[in-house]
Every structure is written in C-alpha cells, then in structure tokens.
C-alpha cells in the first residue's frame, strides 16, 4: 500500500512516521508513504497558496492550482483521492478497511486554515472527517487516517476495531471559494462577487442546509 499525503507542514508527517509501529511498517515495505509539499506546487512567485475567501469572511482559504496541481504529479487512473475536512464522511472502521480494499494507492491532501476552495472537490474522491470538531488543520486526520488504515495492511499489527461518532452544531459550512472567478471552468457563484453582505450571509444560511442534507442528512434527524 502506498499512502501520498499532501501538506503545507510536512515536518508534522515526518515525525510521527519516523517513529513506532509506522516505521516499523515502512522499514518491512509494508507500507510506503511519501510526503509532497503542496506549497512546491504553487506557481505564484512568493510561494503563495492561499488567499482571502470571496465574499468576505475570517481566515484564508486554500487555493485551486496548487492543491490541484499537487494532486496531479502523483495521482494515475487507481489512486483514491481525499481531502481531510470537518465537512467529510465520518471515518470509522469500515472505512478504513473499504479503502484498503479499494485501492493501492492513497493520496490524502491535508488542509489548514479555514479549508479548501470548494472547487478542489472536483478533483478527489471525497472528503474524509476524522470527527466532529474542527482541528487547525487536516495533517493529525491526515495522519489517524493514515494510521487505522495501515492497521488493516496484512503484517503491521494484529487485528483490531473501534468506532467513533458525534457532532456539535448539527450543520456542516458553507462552500468557500477564492482566486480565481473560474477555475477550469468552474465559477465561483454570482452572488458571493456580489458585494452584498446580507444577501450572501443568506446565501450561506441556504448553501449551510443544502450542504448539510447533501453531505450528512443524518445531522438534520
Ligand atoms: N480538518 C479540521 N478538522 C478536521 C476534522 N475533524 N477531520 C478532518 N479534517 C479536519
């Protein structure tokens, strides 16, 4: 099993693989897991990937090209792709089990500040929750979900399983976009280039319900 992840802080990845039964697996080729900088994939000179989210709002969201790009130099046909985000499918057991199943090539793209500009969506597989909460960024989820699945790998440690679930605020964020207005062809939404603040506060009211009877219709019972 080869497991790619995809980071802004790639020294948080080493050291927890650099250690334990992690290690131990890598060194017994059980496993191989490669770390890619996605800030290697910007092509804005000071090394820029993020920027202010449309519309207004707190914090900087990842942009498109470098997560895409990042994506792209280590993806082929049978690799599954996933972004870490509080707004993904809650991983458990089985999950992690499918995956190993499913495929032989992982790649896992961890983000950090307020998330990802929703477009990336169109270039993975799906999102993936450790849980929820929300953490400062997707490299320790990047990391449990790399660890329970490396349980699973046949010759890493004996068989084993557990759950975990529970929400706080019963409904998922909004979509966030950021440069550019359009991205391969996919635009950011009229009404967030709109500059009218109580419309879009509305809009996200609405994209917050629809996200969430998308996404986790579960949380609205
Ligand atoms: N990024 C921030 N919080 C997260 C969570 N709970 N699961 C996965 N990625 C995240």
């Not at 960024?137 to 084993?160: K, N, Y």
């Not at 909004?174 to 280039?193: A, H, S």
């Not at 986790?216 to 019972?221: E, G, I, S, W």
């Amino acid at each position: 099993m080869r497991i790619d992840i995809l980071t802004l802080f790639p020294n948080i990845i080493s050291a927890y693989i650099n250690e334990s039964i992690i290690k131990r697996a890598i060194n017994k080729k059980l496993i191989e897991i490669n770390i890619i900088n996605i800030r290697d994939y910007t092509l804005l000179k000071n090394g820029q990937v993020d920027d202010t989210p449309y519309g207004g709002g707190a914090g900087m969201v990842l942009m498109c090209e470098p997560v895409v790009r990042a994506i792209e130099a280590v993806r082929d046909k049978n690799s599954l792709v996933y972004l870490l985000t509080p707004q993904g499918a809650s991983f458990n057991e089985e999950m992690a089990q499918e995956i190993v199943l499913k495929t032989k090539h992982l790649i896992l793209v961890c983000g950090h500040y307020e998330g990802f500009d929703e477009r990336i969506l169109n270039f993975v597989n799906g999102e993936i929750s450790i849980g929820d909460y929300v953490l400062t960024g997707g490299e320790l989820p990047g990391l449990v979900v790399m660890d329970a699945i490396s349980r699973f790998i046949p010759g890493v440690i004996r068989e084993e399983s557990f759950k975990d679930d529970s929400f706080k605020d019963n409904m998922l964020d909004y979509p966030k976009y950021t440069k550019p207005r359009e991205f391969r062809g996919l635009k950011v939404p009229d009404i967030l280039l709109s500059g009218d603040h109580a419309k879009i506060k509305e809009y996200r009211e609405q994209e917050k319900l629809r996200v969430t009877k998308e996404k986790r219709p579960d949380l609205l019972k």
